[in-house]
């Protein structure tokens, strides 16, 4: 079956822009994560969903960044204001039911690289 | 200081050999371990997990848990090039209401003919 597919693959941006990725997990999953993996280093934490909630939200970096998955399925992740140091690579997630806490397997997408100019 | 340290490498070995890929923690309270391996621009697949200490096996890879020691450790035998990858172990905390991943810096590895 499908997985977890990320769009757009790519994108450039202006600093100052705002830009929304998209994120499409695998059908019937609840739970949905998004990391943000700089260049080098291992992918970080910054929110997670069961369905349409988002449970956590402590990892976003500042308030210019915002998710949301208003029908708990397809998920937004939007910068506003684009800075430099927002060049990353952006993860999404999504397991059948993380609810329970570690057991559940997260299958990732291959994530949207974003560069900002 | 990160909750999880990873060697970067990289690491650069003959196709047949042993590689031995290690990370340190400092937070206790972790209980799951997994083991990512993430091809360029792909995202991370899992390889490995395990639940609190102990060694598991599939195939060619062994995970080992030392929870006294808060060290991890992922075995490779008879590598081949198509384990060139970088690999991330991640963790997580126990008692949480949800899995969330806290990752190392990630090992590349090249296997060379």
């Known amino acids: 079956g499908a997985g977890v597919s990320q769009s757009p693959r790519y994108k450039v941006a202006k600093r100052g822009q705002d830009v929304a990725l998209r994120c499409d997990p695998i059908?019937?999953?609840?739970?949905l994560f998004w990391y943000q993996q700089a260049l080098g280093q291992g992918p970080e934490f910054l929110t997670y969903?069961?369905?349409?909630?988002?449970?956590?939200k402590s990892g976003l970096p500042s308030d210019r960044f915002f998710a949301e998955r208003p029908e708990g399925s397809v998920s937004t992740l939007k910068i506003q204001r684009t800075q430099q140091e927002d060049s990353a690579v952006y993860l999404c997630?999504?397991?059948?039911?993380?609810?329970?806490?570690?057991?559940?397997?997260?299958?990732f997408g291959p994530g949207t690289r974003l560069l900002v100019l | 200081q990160k909750e999880v340290e990873q060697d970067p490498g990289p690491l650069s070995v003959p196709e047949g050999a042993i590689v031995s890929l290690n990370c340190t923690y400092s937070n206790s309270a972790f209980q799951y371990f997994m083991w990512y391996r993430q091809y360029s621009r792909k995202g991370p697949e899992l390889l490995m997990y395990?639940?609190?200490?102990g060694n598991k096996e599939d195939g060619r890879f062994t995970a080992q848990v030392d929870k006294s020691s808060k060290y991890i450790s992922l075995f490779i035998r008879d590598s081949q090039p198509s384990d060139s990858a970088t690999y991330l172990c991640?963790?997580?905390?126990?008692?949480?209401?949800?899995?969330?991943?806290?990752f190392g810096q990630g090992t590349i590895l090249t296997v060379h003919p």
């Open positions: 997630a999504s397991s059948l039911d993380s609810s329970s806490g570690g057991g559940e397997t997260q299958y």
């Open positions: 059908s019937g999953h609840v739970s």
């Open positions: 969903f069961q369905n349409e909630a988002q449970l956590d």
């Open positions: 991640a963790m997580i905390a126990g008692g949480t209401s949800y899995g969330k991943l806290t």
């Open positions: 395990t639940y609190s200490s």
